[in-house]
C-alpha cells in the first residue's frame, strides 16, 4: 500500500524537518499553497492537491481539499473489502498521516484594526475538515494538529513501521479539543457581532497555563486554565519574576487583590486574605499607601496577597520584606526592589499590565450540573442615583471617606460592612450571616478610630440596629443602598445621632 501524508499548515514551525523525515521514511508528501512552496523550497519531494484531485484550487483558495480523492483517502477503512474495492474503483489512494493547523482566526480578531470581512475570511473550512475525518478514522490514519507532535509520530514509524493506535487514539482527542476550540472562539465572536447576550448554548474554550499541585485542599485536584482571548489586566496573563509556583489559593486571593486595586487612581496598596481585604490604603506615593494599608490590619496581613497600582520602589520592597507574603503584585519592580524582594527565595512576585484594565469580562461560576454567568461588577458611585436621606449633609472629608469605604465594600463578602476614612480601611466585617455582626467586627477592629470614620454597608439595613451600633462607636457618616421597608427606622437612628446617611441605590451583594 502506498505510504502517504497530507501536510497543509499555518503555522510551519518544524514542519519542514518533520517532512524530511516522512520522506525519508518512504512517505509520498501531499500539500498545498504556501505550505507545498516552503517544503518544495527546502528540497523536500512534495505533490500538489490539485495533482492529486485533478481539480484546480478555486474560489480565492476557499475549495482546494474539499474532494472526494482526498475524503475518501482519509475515511476509508483500509482493511474493510468493500473500502479497498471503492477505493480501487474510483482511484482513491489512502492517506496514513495528516498534518494540518488551521488558519490564525484567534490572532487575526486580536488585531485593533481587524474587519468583519478579514475575520470571516480566517474561518478555516477545509481544515476542520480534514481533521475531523482523519480524527474519526484514527484506527487507521494519525492525524497532528500541534508540531509538539511530530518527533512522537516519528519515533513511532521509526520503531514499529507506523504509529501505534495508542498514539493516534490520543492525537485524535487533541484534534477534537482543537476544533472545538476553535469552533468555540468563532462561535463567541460572531455571537458578540450580533449582539445576542444569552444565546440558546454557551461556549467557552480555556487553555491549560499550569496544572497544580491541588485545590483549595491537599485532596482535592486542579489546575489553572486561561481564556484565549482574556482580559490582560489578569492573573492569567501575569509575569511571574520570582518565587514559588502559584497555588490554587494563591491565584484565588490575587485576582481578588487585582480587583480591588483596580478601583483607585492615586497610589494604592491592597491586602487580600482569604477573598477578602484585610487592609486597603492610598497615599502621596505607594510607600505611603502600602503603610496606610499596612496599618489597617498589622496581624491579618501577615500571608497575605498584596496589590499595588504603582512600581515597586526599594523604599516600599524594604517595607514590604519585613513581613511574612505570599504574593506581591505590581506594574513593575526597580532592580533595587528586586534585589530586596528576591533575597526572599519563596515570595512570588508577578507583574501585570496596568494599562489592560478596560476589559469588561463576563463572570463565570460553576454550580453542580450547570454554569452561572453574569456581567463583572463595575458599577461606581459616579452611575449610581445617590441621594442623602439624613437632615445632615455630609461634610467633604465624609464623602471622601464614604467614596473609599464604597469602593472597598463591594469586594468584601456578604454581609459587608467597612468602617474607613477618606484614605484607609480601618475595620472589615465580611461574610456574617447578619448584617449587624458584620457591623460589630468591623466596629471592634476599627476601635477609637471608628470616631468621626465613615461606615459602608454593602446592602441595606433591615432594621435600625446597625446604625445605632454605628453610633455608639462614633461614626458620623453611613453609605447604604436603602430599599429597605424598614428605611424609615435606619433614616431617623442616623437623625438621632446626627449622622449623615447617603443612599445609593445599588447593591453590592458578593457571595
Not at 487514539?169 to 468555540?184: N, Q
Not at 461588577?377 to 469605604?405: C, M, Y
Not at 466596629?443 to 439595613?461: I, N, P, V
Amino acid at each position: 500500500m502506498k505510504k502517504r501524508a497530507l501536510i497543509s499548515v499555518s503555522d510551519k514551525t518544524g514542519v519542514v524537518e518533520f517532512a524530511k523525515q516522512l520522506a525519508g521514511l518512504g512517505f509520498e508528501i501531499i500539500s498545498t499553497g504556501g505550505t507545498k512552496k516552503a517544503l518544495a523550497d527546502n528540497g523536500v519531494p512534495v505533490i500538489g492537491v490539485s495533482d492529486v484531485t485533478g481539480f484546480p484550487e478555486i474560489l480565492d483558495g476557499r475549495v482546494k481539499t474539499l474532494n472526494p480523492l482526498i475524503h475518501g483517502g482519509l475515511l476509508a477503512k483500509f482493511d474493510d473489502p468493500s473500502h479497498v474495492a471503492q477505493m480501487t474503483e474510483h482511484k482513491i489512494d489512502p492517506i496514513q498521516i495528516v498534518c494540518v493547523n488551521l488558519y490564525p482566526f484567534q490572532q487575526t480578531i486580536e488585531k485593533p484594526d481587524v474587519t468583519v470581512d478579514d475575520a470571516i475570511e480566517n474561518i478555516d473550512i477545509g481544515g476542520p475538515t480534514m481533521l475531523r475525518s482523519a480524527a474519526k478514522n484514527h484506527q487507521y490514519v494519525a492525524v497532528v494538529v500541534d508540531p509538539a507532535d511530530y518527533e512522537k509520530v516519528i519515533s513511532d514509524l521509526k520503531e514499529a513501521g507506523e504509529v501505534k493506535f495508542e498514539t493516534k487514539r490520543a492525537l485524535a482527542a487533541k484534534v477534537f479539543r482543537h476544533t472545538a476550540a476553535y469552533d468555540s472562539i468563532i462561535a463567541g465572536y460572531m455571537t458578540e457581532l450580533v449582539g445576542l447576550e444569552t444565546p440558546e448554548k454557551l461556549t467557552v474554550t480555556y487553555e491549560l497555563k499550569q496544572p497544580l499541585r491541588y485545590g483549595e485542599n491537599p485532596h482535592q485536584k486542579a489546575a489553572f486554565y486561561q481564556k484565549p482571548l482574556g482580559s490582560k489586566f489578569s492573573i492569567a496573563y501575569a509575569t511571574q519574576l520570582h518565587g514559588k509556583e502559584l497555588s490554587y489559593n494563591n491565584i484565588h486571593d490575587a485576582d481578588a487583590a487585582l480587583q480591588m486595586v483596580r478601583e483607585f487612581d492615586a497610589p494604592a496598596a491592597v491586602a487580600v486574605k482569604h477573598m477578602n481585604p484585610c487592609g486597603i490604603g492610598t497615599g502621596s506615593d505607594i510607600f505611603d499607601a502600602f503603610e496606610k494599608a499596612f496599618a489597617a490590619d498589622p496581624v491579618s496581613i501577615f500571608g497575605g496577597i498584596i496589590a499595588l497600582n504603582r512600581e515597586v520602589d526599594k523604599k516600599t520592597a524594604e517595607k514590604l520584606h519585613e513581613i511574612f507574603l505570599e504574593i506581591v503584585i505590581a506594574p513593575s519592580f526597580t532592580e533595587e526592589a528586586l534585589a530586596v524582594l528576591t533575597s526572599k527565595k519563596n515570595i512570588r512576585l508577578l507583574t501585570i499590565d496596568f494599562n489592560e484594565q478596560g476589559t469588561k469580562e463576563m463572570t463565570l461560576t460553576s454550580v453542580e450540573g450547570g454554569l452561572l454567568t453574569q456581567d463583572a461588577d463595575r458599577h461606581s458611585l459616579d452611575d449610581a442615583n445617590i441621594t442623602v436621606a439624613t437632615d445632615r449633609q455630609p461634610t467633604e472629608e465624609e464623602w471622601e471617606a464614604l467614596k473609599f469605604g464604597w469602593k472597598v465594600v463591594k469586594h468584601v463578602k456578604s454581609n459587608a460592612i467597612v468602617v474607613s476614612d477618606k484614605h484607609m480601611t480601618l475595620g472589615i466585617g465580611a461574610g456574617q450571616m447578619n448584617r449587624v455582626g458584620s457591623a460589630k467586627i468591623a466596629l471592634e477592629q476599627a476601635g477609637e478610630k471608628a470616631k468621626g470614620a465613615a461606615l459602608a454597608s454593602d446592602a441595606f439595613f433591615p432594621m435600625d440596629d446597625t446604625v445605632e451600633a454605628a453610633a455608639k462607636a462614633g461614626i458620623t457618616a453611613i453609605i447604604q443602598t436603602g430599599g429597605s421597608i424598614k428605611d424609615a427606622d435606619s433614616i431617623k437612628k442616623a437623625n438621632e445621632y446626627g449622622i449623615a446617611m447617603v443612599l445609593t441605590g445599588v447593591r453590592h451583594f458578593k457571595h
